[in-house]
């Protein structure tokens, strides 16, 4: 499924001027426009909602209870996709309200999705930290209120987005055995939980190098690693020359060229500013990140299908894409 920004991004043009060709907006050059309906109608760009015949009989309000994370790039992309979702069907009286909880604070996010649901809402977007707990709030109710997970499912007929984290831990351990000699160790550390994606990077790297008959030592699990970084100073043998992390990476790959042990091969999971900086500056060859904007505008998407159009099942699991970001492919 084509989206705009993929448009935009193939034509070099933004989003908005995208969005408004879509939308019939006179506010464009014809030329601009005749180009992007022509793209959009050889890569099937699915029409935009505004130019069907549905009545607004309601306003609409969809909750998106998001994480915040060290990560600050997961919560920001993500709140894009919802927000320019949310521009797209403007005309329907679409509101969509985001909230954001810290990754650690599970019950934090517990309490907002009781008050979120004790008030006059017609959908919820969650990505779940206590996936029993919230099951166990949205189960008396899901009849009555249209339901999109991203990360975990929840029930089998609500719409579930699932961001793929074990594949991008699979793709990493590929990468990192790629770059590490044969005769070498890789160091695997389990730097902690959080209930999210860290559980399933973690299973997805030990069990590729398993596959692969790699040389590695872990998974190595040491809590509170942020806080002392220098506990991994403890496994650093000489014949390690890899290394992955699966929580807190940047921060620890940027303590050890603080010391000077930045002489190991790095393989990520994710995408932010710091990591960015670590692969221009070559102290990380490449990282595996989701596409969280999409796992955002793909979110609104569906539970506005689920508001909107009554005839669509609404059993479906959607699969967003992954991005191998080397330094060569950095924009």
């Known amino acids: 499924m084509v989206t705009q920004a993929e448009l935009a991004k193939i034509l070099g043009i933004t989003r908005t001027t995208v969005a408004r060709a879509l939308n019939g907006s006179k506010n464009i050059k014809v030329e601009t426009k005749e180009r992007i309906l022509k793209l959009a109608n050889e890569m099937g760009y699915e029409k935009n909602y505004l130019g069907s015949s549905l009545a607004i009989k309601e306003k609409k309000t969809i909750v998106a209870i998001i994480v915040r994370s060290i990560n600050e790039e997961y919560s920001k992309q993500l709140k894009s996709g919802l927000k320019d979702f949310q521009e797209e069907v403007k005309a329907y009286g679409i509101k969509i309200k985001v909230l954001e909880v810290d990754i ?120 509170k690693l942020l806080e002392d970084k220098s506990q991994i100073l403890n496994y650093l043998s000489n014949d390690i020359e890899g290394i992955y992390i699966n929580r807190y990476a940047p921060e620890v790959i940027e303590y050890l060229g603080e010391i000077g042990k930045d002489n190991y091969k790095f393989v990520t999971n994710g995408f932010n500013e710091k990591i960015r900086g670590l692969i221009e500056n070559d102290k990380v060859v490449a990282t595996v990140s989701e596409d969280f904007y999409n796992q955002g505008y793909i979110a609104g998407k569906k539970i506005f299908e689920a508001l909107y159009k009554t005839s669509l099942k609404r059993s479906h699991e959607y699969q967003t894409k992954i991005d191998i970001l080397f330094k060569e492919s950095l924009n």
Request: hydrophobic share 35%; aromatic share 4%.
């Open 104 to 223: 650690n604070d599970s019950e934090g996010q517990i309490e907002l999705l009781k008050k979120s649901v004790e008030k006059r809402i017609h959908g919820l977007i969650i990505i779940p930290l206590d996936r029993d707990k919230i099951i166990k709030i949205l189960q008396p109710i899901k009849n009555d209120l249209k339901i999109v997970s991203i990360g975990k499912q929840l029930f089998e007929e609500d719409t579930y987005i699932d961001s793929k984290y074990e594949k991008s831990g699979r793709i990493a351990a590929d990468v990192l055995s790629n770059i590490v000699k044969i005769d070498k160790k890789i160091l695997v550390i389990d730097a902690g939980d959080d209930l999210i994606s860290s559980r399933k990077y973690l299973k997805g790297v030990s069990e590729k190098l398993k596959e692969l008959d790699r040389k590695f030592q872990g998974p190595i699990k040491i809590k």
